[in-house]
């Protein structure tokens, strides 16, 4: 749900009924169950904190790292391509398609291809494209964007996928599955979504088997391999890498750790913050390149790694982890950011790789409770960088209406005389604030303190006398 301001996004969300709910069952599912698998994983902090560490080394060294990923992969057989931005790397793509004579790609989750418009420019190419993952494909069914992370169908019932794939999939559900009503009796979910589980794979089996380029993004370049890293549950990666004639992988340069020593590391913390497992269920790690295709992209990650304060965004692994414990995304949901990464890194990334007069509002959504840095698994204080965008943002608006009528407040307090005399007309500022365009939106989230009977001096006068007079009654 592109365009528009964040606050029309948000009402837009907030308006559809039972999201709400949706969407908390669904991150307090995952939450708890990250909870409690660190509950038995005794080095939970002394991983993170290496994360975090090896994070900040690998860009703190990215020129020379980069340069050795690239020599060695090139050595192992990739085909490696540099993209500045995301207009490049989709014009690297469609090359490449065109090159191996490509109608029908087929895609593992990829978020940074998401965030080029990878999926647009192939269709005005005339090629199919067919998202591999389960809930990618079922957002894809709805022209839809990934509402999270890690969880693209995250925001959507069983109901409305039910719906959806007897639409498009011309899905029947078993007699001995049928139901009365719009809702799904309780007993009946699970076996209705393993059955629309099996509808989506039969789908998918046919179009694995006549794609001719599988497209992936990478969970972890590794610099001193030359290799890629890549986590999944559902082993459609797998097929999409292997079973098409052609492998393009599209990465961002900010996915590189130095070497295999520092894999393990991640291997724990990705998938136990991102779905509370222990280990992902398949780890693929290609090192034969034999004509694969790497494309780097930068798309304002050089851009971001020149900015002392937020560089340790580039560290974030992608594990959907702060959205599951925000309060703002767990109402709004990843649509309502707007953009391609949502939640609370979303909301502190897309000002930097899409711009602040694009996304400069995104930081003003969230309380600030610093829920996200604390379950962060490479440390990174989300909170603080929101903080330091509203700031920025400010400063670029100039002076705000907020200011102005707080340095008017400044002035009046230090007038005793104007003060008490404005302090008269108080209750009607409390009915023009409801009026008027400009303090409306203020006021109507926030109630104006009742105005005390006296001012502390005249309270204290009072006093005064009131003592004074009880000691000459002695």
Known sequence: MKGKTLEHR????LSQSGLADTLYRATQRAVDKRNATIEDHAEWERRRDHARQIKLHTLCRIDELLAQFIERAQANGFVVHAALDAEEARRIALRICR????????????????????????????????????????VQLLGQAPAHITAPAIHLAVEEILTLFRERLAYELPSELRFEGAAIPPRQRSAIARDLTLAARRFLQRRFLRAQLGFSGANFLIADS????????EANIRL??????????????????????DLATFLHLLPTSSTGQRLT??????????????????????????????YDLLSCIRCGACSNVCPIFRN???????????????AALLPHLGGIDAYGDLPFASSLCGACSSICPVGIPIHERLLEWRERAQRARGTSGEKLIARAFAWLIERPAWFAAAATTYPLAQSFSRLLPVLRRWSSERDLPEMPRQTFLEWIADEGRETQRREEER
């Open 10 to 13: 948000a009402r837009r969300q």
């Open 99 to 138: 090159d191996h004579g490509v109608t029908r790609v087929i895609k593992g989750k990829s978020m940074v291809s998401e965030e080029i418009a990878l999926n647009p420019a192939l269709e005005a190419a005339g090629i199919e494209v067919t998202e591999s993952d389960l809930g990618e494909l079922i």
């Open 240 to 261: 999409s890498t292997t079973l098409p004639r052609v492998h393009v992988a599209i990465a961002g340069f900010d996915k590189l750790i130095p070497s295999h020593d």
């Open 332 to 346: 709004i949901g990843g649509h309502g950011y707007g953009g391609v990464y949502s939640g609370p890194i979303g």
């Open 226 to 233: 030359g290799r890629l890293v890549l986590l999944e549950n």
């Open 281 to 310: 269920s398949y780890v693929s790690e290609i090192g034969d390149g034999d004509g694969r295709h790497i494309i780097l992209l930068d798309n304002g990650r050089s851009q971001l790694l020149a900015d002392a304060e937020h």
